[in-house]
């Protein structure tokens, strides 16, 4: 090999998924670099991903919790035991990636070449949409926007024009040991979703560049049937870390409420008239505890909003939308009488 093989801890968190998990790490045993270490996070009471583990013959450092710590309390156990053992890098990885025999191989070569990486991404690929892979996100924190980059060229173009913007999903997150004594580990207040974000920005805060490496990539398969109660808490958590990531960015209370109520409360009504309370009623949970009650981290016994709040909020938003809409088609219209004139 001929770059030089530091250390490299893989973190991987373990739910309700063992079967997954083990996938998982299996495909680790075919990678090209071996010089790496796997720290196994176990966020659930049940002990059958280790017996699985174990009947595998794998060498694994395992930590068990007796409760969900969720994404950032367990991978901030893995990312502590990783430097405590003098890791160089960790790579956190979601427990239903696949990943390619060479990935790892190529996103050290990239991070040795440039100590100012704090942050490396291998290109994400579901399997279902090959040709829409994930490069990167960019965020502008003067106007609100999010975007995400689907092909190569966007995230070139970003990065030439714009580096500190680029921030990156944990699904395959390669962190440099020196951005961890330098910023610390994940915010727990977010608990899961948008971590990665507060993450990446904090990286380039600090002064290190995030990237992503075009000559690596992992399988992740999305989600598509969303819309189920096992994903309440995942509905309830993006609402509310919405807030909380435009918070500490330092925007201020209201612009952030704006920007969050604008994104969440169009879905909600529509969901709404769709009987998709199901998904509503959490997203607007996690409105009401993350902008009401300023409330973060673990998540509540009741993921819902107060019934009143959301009867009242779905009826009267929807009043408001319904004119928003009819007064954007009667202006419409009038631009279009003055423009034949």
Known sequence: MSISEPLVYIVILNWKDPD????????????????????????????????????ENIDIAYIGNKTNLGFTGGANQGIEYAMKHDANYIWLLNNDVEVPEDCLLNLITEMESDERIGLLSPVIVDPAKPL???????????????????????????????????????????????????IGDLDNNFFAYYEDNDYSFRSNQAGFQNRTCLRAN????????????????????????????????????????????????????????EDKDIVAQPYLGG????????????????????????????????????????FRCFKGRINIIFRKI
């Open 20 to 55: 997954i998990t083990l996938r998982c790490v299996q495909s680790l045993k075919r990678s090209k670099y071996k010089k790496y270490k796997v720290v196994l996070i176990n966020n659930s009471p049940s002990e059958e991903i280790r017996k699985l583990i174990e009947e």
């Open 132 to 182: 829409n892979p994930f490069y990167g996100k960019k965020v502008d924190s003067v106007n609100g926007q999010m975007l995400n980059a689907f092909d190569e060229q966007t995230y070139l173009e970003w990065l030439t024009s714009e580096p500190w913007k680029i921030e990156l999903w944990g699904t395959a997150l390669l962190i440099n040991k020196n951005l961890v004594n330098a």
């Open 287 to 326: 409105l009401w505890q993350g902008i009401i009650k300023n409330t973060f981290g673990l998540l509540p016994a009741n993921l819902n909003a107060p019934k009143l709040v959301y009867k009242f909020t779905v009826y009267i938003a929807g009043i408001l939308l319904d004119l928003l809409s009819k």
């Open 218 to 273: 992992v399988f992740h398969k999305t989600d598509n049937n969303i819309y189920t109660e096992k994903k309440s808490y995942r509905f309830f958590l993006i609402a509310r870390n919405h807030y909380l990531f435009w918070i500490k960015r330092g925007i201020s209370k209201p612009t952030a409420i704006y920007w969050t109520l604008n994104v969440f409360i169009p879905k909600i009504v529509q969901l709404h008239r």
